[in-house]
């Protein structure tokens, strides 16, 4: 396949990439590349210049704090997420991830791409809404921290502006959190997708059924309740060629309660 | 463009890029190994699939202008004047019948064994989830891959 003509760069510095990424306006972040190349390839985008975030080692990593809170890298490749022994403070993150496609599209996707995409069907939106996460942009004007449910605002948009790059993601410790969805074929391209915290409060979120993650809170864990709590909801989820938005929304009631019985388990409920 | 330097199967290679090429363009057209194939073009079927510093990637998912001073094997470096145990295996096994898929396979097996030297069955269709095979119907090819790690197999 044959893109368009494009400009490259490979910074070796968060600082060095944002200056490329501010000077040209038709720059977009290069990260792992999973879903960007064939974009290109379709050319249904076409920047100007790729910023390549391959060599900037300082968004790379993965640190455990002492009270149990993760500082992520969002230059972590999934499969490195998976095997590492610091993100196993919060085991859903490598469950989650494990569930990503293939080997070798998790030895390049990252764990910063896959949120930046935002795109409805992705594991890792619905689930940082889900643990509470932290989201840190850094942009000319400095750094700031958005949590997680205020970070995806459409369809491939999040807060982080063309000139911007997300640098961190912070998680707090919790074991009690689940997962479930229903995907095209094993590990596929998921058609509806729930995750659920029992760290405290409850909440299930559920991805694919909007632009953006639905946060839902059901009174309790049982599954009447996590069934009345998603019937309660707006949402209106698409109809395309994988299912209906009937079927979306049967299957969002499903995941919700897989989700949340994993996560209510867990908690010790 | 740009000027890259990648070593691939052990030999170096220089070559000015264009930053739109592909990974497996570069590979295939310019330099003439042709055993790493195009099959979807979309990262779903895994025919183009190489190992990158020691990693398993889909070659059609990266531009050229990224292995600059990077080390790569391709099918074409399995040999060593005869067939490696795992290519033999293939074919005491029956893993190929077009052979489209089967570099990749190769390349996913190669990996997957140097990780995890005893797969399960199930550990081994997980390391070739990334490659599609239209002919065989898999079975076969996790056979040879459990062959070839020395483990026994249900014939």
Known sequence: MLLRDVGYARPGTTDEALRLLGENEGARPLAGGQTLINVMKARAAAPDVLVDLNGIDELKGIELGSDGTLEIGPMTTTSQLIASQEARARPILAEVCSQIADVQVRNRGTVGGNICSSD????????????????????????????????????????VGPDELLTKITVPPGRSDGFASVAVGRDGTCIVNAAASANGELRVVLGC????????????????????????????????????????????????????????????? | MSRITVEINGTTYEREVEARRLLIHLIRDDLDLTGSHVGCDTGNCGACSVILDGTLVKSCMLLAAQVDGASIETVEGLANGELSPLQQAFSDHHALQC????????????????????????????????????????????KAIKAASGQEVAE
């Open chain 1, 120 to 159: 409805p069907t992705n594991h890792l939106p619905p689930l940082m809404v889900a643990i509470g996460a932290e989201l840190t942009i850094a942009g000319s004007s400095g750094e700031r921290a958005v949590p997680a449910h205020e970070f995806f605002l459409g369809v491939y948009m999040t807060a």
């Open chain 1, 209 to 269: 059924v909007g632009a953006v993650p639905e946060i839902v809170r059901p009174s309790a864990a049982d599954a009447e309740a996590v069934r009345t709590a998603v019937q309660a909801t707006s949402i209106e989820p698409p109809s395309d060629v994988h299912a209906s938005s009937e079927y979306r929304r049967a299957l969002a009631e499903v995941v919700a309660v897989r989700a949340v019985t994993q996560a209510a388990e867990r908690a010790g409920g």
């Open chain 2, 99 to 142: 052979g489209y898929c089967t570099p990749g396979m190769l390349m996913s097996a190669t990996a997957l064994l140097r990780e995890n030297p005893r797969p399960t069955d199930e550990e081994i269709s997980k390391g070739i989830q990334g490659n599609i095979c239209r002919c065989t119907g898999y079975w076969n090819i996790v």
